[in-house]
């Protein structure tokens, strides 16, 4: 099975400019989560959904993050307008919840830099 | 609300020390789930150890963790470091509250480095 892919890899953005983050789960899992990923943070919840449904949108990232899931097997996250406190890398990660201790797994990640 | 705590910044180890990083957290819930993931460079944090029992020892790879919920603590543990064990550690936190239990909230990760 494949795993969490995440596309691109890298981004380079201007400040101000729009930029999508994409994300294909592993094919089964219902639970999809991102994550914005620094140095002095860690890792910092942005957006979960469970089959498809957006059960949280991450607080203080609500104003120029949105995340979107279309359908089982893809997931957006845009950032609108970009600001260069942004850069980061930000992980996708999905689970298959038995209502137990599930496993995340995680995507490689997409490291965004603004300038 | 839910956080977890845990060993800041950097701990430097010698090959074949012992490693300890500390994980305490806190939560209103009585039954967390507590993980630990491990990421190593260039890579994405992969699972490494999870337990939501009571002062029961899990093991995995040659790390060790027990959860007692008596002083809230998951640390993680291995008797011998080995350079391949140089990487980011992270603690989490997951409810078992009716949500999924996997959504995790983490500590702000340890970077362990062995040095030969």
């Known amino acids: 099975d494949a795993g969490v892919t995440q596309t691109p890899r890298h981004e380079v953005a201007e400040k101000g400019q729009t930029i999508i983050l994409k994300c294909e789960p592993v094919s089964g899992h219902n639970d999809l989560f991102w994550y914005r990923q620094t140095k002095i943070q860690g890792l910092e919840l942005l957006s979960y959904?469970?089959?498809?449904?957006?059960?949280?949108d991450g607080g203080a990232f609500k104003d120029r993050f949105k995340a979107e899931m279309l359908n089982s097997s893809f997931s957006t996250l845009k950032i609108q307008p970009t600001e260069p406190k942004d850069s980061a890398v930000y992980l996708c990660?999905?689970?298959?919840?038995?209502?137990?201790?599930?496993?995340?797994?995680f995507g490689s990640g997409t490291r965004l830099t603004v300038l | 609300g839910d956080s977890v705590t845990q060993t800041e910044g950097l701990v430097t180890l010698t090959e074949g020390l012992p490693v300890m990083l500390n994980c305490t957290y806190q939560t209103i819930y009585s039954n967390p789930f507590l993980f630990w993931y491990v990421q190593h460079l260039n890579e994405s944090p992969r699972l490494l150890l999870k337990s939501f029992t009571d002062n029961k020892r899990t093991e995995h790879q040659g790390f060790h963790a027990t959860l007692h919920k008596s002083s809230s603590s998951f640390h993680l543990q291995k008797s011998s470091a080995q350079l391949s064990d140089s990487a980011l550690y992270y603690c989490?936190?997951?409810?078992?509250?009716?949500?999924?239990?996997?959504?995790?909230?983490f500590g702000k990760g340890t970077k362990l480095s062995v040095k030969s």
């Open positions: 959904f469970r089959s498809k449904s957006l059960m949280e």
């Open positions: 990660a999905s689970s298959l919840d038995w209502g137990n201790a599930e496993t995340l797994y």
């Open positions: 989490a936190l997951s409810l078992n509250s009716g949500g999924s239990n996997a959504k995790l909230t």
